[in-house]
T-cell receptor
Framework: GQQLNQSPQSMFIQEGEDVSMNCTSS?????WLWYKQDPGEGPVLLIA?????ELTSNGRLTAQFGITRKDSFLNISASIPSDVGIYFC?????????FGSGTQLTVLP | GAGVSQSPSNKVTEKGKDVELRCDPI?????LYWYRQSLGQGLEFLIY????????KSGLPSDRFSAERTGGSVSTLTIQRTQQEDSAVYLC?????????????FGNGTRLTVT
């Protein structure tokens, strides 16, 4: 099946710093999604990207859909403690949503 | 209304026993998904329901796993003769339709521990 390679696996950053994570695939996706999962909860959709080259912002979050349709990145600016969690990229494959393995973000005070 | 509700939130069972996990999707959502999340891993697709039928059950890892959905609403995931490798968080998600799979609304999961 489809595989999404997400990096880095984990990040430790200081509060206030910017952070960037990305996702690549060997196959083309027509949609890229970014989810965040807080401890003990299910993932929540942060940003959806529908068009190659699209750059979309949601508050301090910015995500881009790569021109080749095989990659996407997520940036978080001016990180705060509540940004802690696991960030997943995802893309639809037939009727499924395929998820990357996640980036565990820790924000240090 | 309420979001996706899953029960129990935690389940500890002995190896070899059967378990049943329940999912109440958002009212009106026709598509329902089950995923499995092992410690430190991403989400592994198990099965997709559209209404009461399951057009894609390709992710079920073995014949010990089964799922059903009744009334186009509640779904149960059953694991028979549980094994230790079944320990994981089982997440349910629902969506207005399964065509674009967007957006998926997840429950908080059932954490299954097989001892």
């Amino acid at each position: 099946g489809q595989q999404l390679n997400q990096s880095p696996q984990s990040m430790f950053i200081q509060e206030g710093e910017d952070v960037s994570m990305n996702c690549t695939s060997s196959s083309i996706f027509n949609t890229w999604l970014w989810y965040k999962q807080d401890p003990g909860e299910g993932p929540v959709l942060l940003i959806a990207l529908y068009k190659a080259g699209e750059l979309t912002s949601n508050g301090r979050l910015t995500a881009q859909f790569g021109i080749t349709r095989k990659d996407s990145f997520l940036n978080i600016s001016a990180s705060i403690p509540s940004d802690v969690g696991i960030y997943f990229c995802a893309g639809p494959h037939n009727t499924q949503l395929t998820f990357g393995s996640g980036t565990q973000l820790t924000v240090l005070p | 209304g309420a979001g996706v509700s899953q029960s129990p939130s935690n389940k500890v069972t002995e190896k070899g026993k059967d378990v049943e996990l329940r999912c109440d999707p958002i009212s009106g959502h026709t598509a329902l998904y089950w995923y499995r999340q092992s410690l430190g891993q991403g989400l592994e697709f198990l099965i997709y329901f559209q209404g009461n039928s399951a057009p894609d059950k390709s992710g079920l890892p073995s014949d010990r796993f089964s799922a059903e959905r009744t009334g186009g609403s509640v779904s149960t995931l059953t694991i028979q003769r549980t094994q230790q490798e079944d320990s994981a968080v089982y997440l349910c998600a629902s969506s207005l339709s399964g065509t674009g799979v967007l957006p998926l609304h997840f429950g908080n999961g059932t954490r299954l521990t097989v001892t």
